[in-house]
T-cell receptor, first 115, second 115 residues
Framework: GNSVTQMEGPVTLSEEAFLTINCTYTATGYPSLFWYVQYPGEGLQLLLKATKADDKGSNKGFEATYRKETTSFHLEKGSVQVSDSAVYFCALSPRNAGNNRKLIWGLGTSLAVNP | ETGVTQSPTHLIKTRGQQVTLRCSSQSGHNTVSWYQQALGQGPQFIFQYYREEENGRGNFPPRFSGLQFPNYSSELNVNALELDDSALYLC??????????????FGQGTRLTVV
């Protein structure tokens, strides 16, 4: 079946530290992969996405590369800010007909950045 | 601000009751999806509506039902509420049917508590 596993939180970093949040997936075929972010008191927002192997999604200094060989889509940022404090969700959308209408989500990783 | 609004923001219901949650889609979006997010979990896909017809469903029982109206707003109805239905219910709207077509915009959710 299809599933997403992401590293457990909470993750606590100091400002300007390097961030990695691991995400691995299981899927039939080649899914589309996403990172969503949920800031305190707000709804989910798409952070970045990749739709095929070796694609790199990037936004707001965050990056993630679609690695088919390791079935991974790790989220990275070189220098985090206090404003990056949020919950981050990794998600996939299967390609096969009938399933490409839904997102399958990881459990979320809470990030707290201290000044 | 995504333009997707959900109401109410919070409500408390008694086991066995029925509840209706509402979602107003972003202007121009003809597809709406509903997700259930239990505490500490990732969202789980309930179903999706495209142009007033259900065109995708997750592993939820028939007592979870929905509607999409001509203006593309939507309702989620849950009958015979159970304690495990307590969760954050998220609505997402976009254009197109496939999850990879366009970005999905999420509302802030409705927090349902069943006692």
């Amino acid at each position: 079946g299809n599933s997403v596993t992401q590293m457990e939180g909470p993750v606590t970093l100091s400002e300007e530290a390097f961030l990695t949040i691991n995400c691995t997936y299981t899927a039939t075929g080649y899914p589309s992969l996403f990172w969503y972010v949920q800031y305190p008191g707000e709804g989910l927002q798409l952070l970045l996405k990749a739709t095929k192997a070796d694609d790199k999604g990037s936004n707001k200094g965050f990056e993630a590369t679609y690695r088919k060989e390791t079935t991974s889509f790790h989220l990275e940022k070189g220098s985090v800010q206090v404003s990056d404090s949020a919950v981050y969700f990794c998600a996939l959308s299967p390609r096969n007909a009938g399933n490409n209408r839904k997102l399958i989500w990881g459990l979320g990783t809470s990030l707290a950045v201290n000044p | 601000e995504t333009g997707v609004t959900q109401s109410p923001t919070h409500l408390i219901k008694t086991r066995g009751q029925q509840v209706t949650l509402r979602c107003s889609s972003q202007s121009g979006h003809n597809t709406v999806s509903w997700y259930q997010q239990a505490l500490g979990q990732g969202p789980q896909f309930i179903f999706q509506y495209y142009r007033e017809e259900e065109n995708g469903r997750g592993n939820f029982p028939p007592r979870f039902s929905g509607l999409q109206f001509p203006n593309y707003s939507s309702e989620l109805n849950v009958n015979a509420l159970e304690l495990d239905d307590s969760a954050l219910y998220l609505c997402a709207s976009r254009t197109g049917q496939g999850i990879g077509d366009t970005e999905a915009f999420f509302g802030q959710g409705t927090r349902l508590t069943v006692v």
